[in-house]
């Protein structure tokens, strides 16, 4: 494997590009290829089996754009096909997942009660009360699936009137009561940060996956001497699999800054 070679990075849509952004400023030196596979979305309300289906043939396709490194930027993909990938690729490229570093970060800061919000299908899979619970047998961990923010989110719902309803109608939620953080565990979710920062008040601390996710492939590929020297600026390639106006516009608002999608028909 070269340090040239580009990373690959993907979601079931456009949520990934919180971590393709927070990945371009950590590392812009690396060039990238972000796929969202837009004519799937959501995953989380799919089985783990159509997801696990869904990413195998995602990451081939990357790996046959010669990543050195595939990030699963989906929480709902990391939980249900990590394993899988691993057992399929991991000879031919290096993975990292969203939820190791979320998991970790947490872990490092010895609370005592957290909450996880996420999709259906990244909370019925357990994977985080389970992680966070091994690392910590006494963390008090309460997890609630919360399937109306992809949408709301994607519809652009994300500082108004609905958006502050349907965050106060989940968080409400006397679990979530006492708790010290709670986690973002989809990668949709930052763009409703402040807004849940609002409603939770400044003692909860809200976590997100993006930059740790991002620290995390920097410090692998550091120890796998695969950083891109540079000196010029990455090249970023942004496909999806159905392209639509409405993912046109949202694209900007996840990725922080214009950027140009390009159709790439994989399931044809
Ligand atoms: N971005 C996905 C995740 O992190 C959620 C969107 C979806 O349901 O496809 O889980």
Not at 133 to 147: C, E, I, M, S
Request: with cysteine; aromatic share 10%; hydrophobic share 40%.
């Amino acid at each position: 494997m070269k340090s040239k070679q580009p990373i690959g990075i993907f979601d079931s849509g456009i949520g990934g590009l919180t971590v393709a952004n927070a990945i371009a400023t950590a590392l812009p030196q690396e060039d990238f290829i972000y796929f969202g596979d837009t004519a799937h979305l959501p995953y989380g309300d799919k089985s783990s089996d159509t997801i696990r289906y869904y990413s195998l043939r995602i990451a081939k396709f990357l790996l046959d754009q010669n990543c050195k490194m595939v990030v699963v930027a989906c929480n709902s993909a990391s939980t249900a096909a990590s394993q899988v990938l691993l057992d399929f690729f991991q000879e031919n490229t290096h993975f990292v997942n969203v939820v190791d570093p979320l998991v970790q970060a947490c872990l490092n800061k010895s609370y005592s009660k957290v909450g996880v919000i996420a999709t259906k299908a990244t909370i019925g899979s357990g994977v985080y009360q389970k992680a966070l619970k091994d690392g910590q047998d006494k963390l008090d961990v309460h997890a609630l699936a919360t399937p109306l923010f992809v949408p709301m989110i994607e519809e652009g719902f994300v500082h108004n009137q609905i958006s502050q309803s349907i965050i106060e109608n989940y968080l409400k939620d006397p679990g979530f009561q006492d708790m010290d953080a709670l986690l973002l565990a989809c990668t949709h979710y930052p763009l409703i940060k402040s807004s849940i920062q609002a409603y939770l008040g400044p003692q909860i601390e809200i976590m997100e996956s993006s930059e740790v996710a991002a620290d995390m492939v920097k410090q692998i590929l550091t120890e796998k001497q695969l950083l891109n020297p540079g000196p010029q600026q990455g090249k970023h390639k942004f496909y999806v699999s159905d392209l639509t106006d409405s993912f046109r516009q949202t694209a900007e608002h996840f990725y922080g800054e214009a950027i140009q999608l390009e159709h790439l028909p994989l399931w044809d």
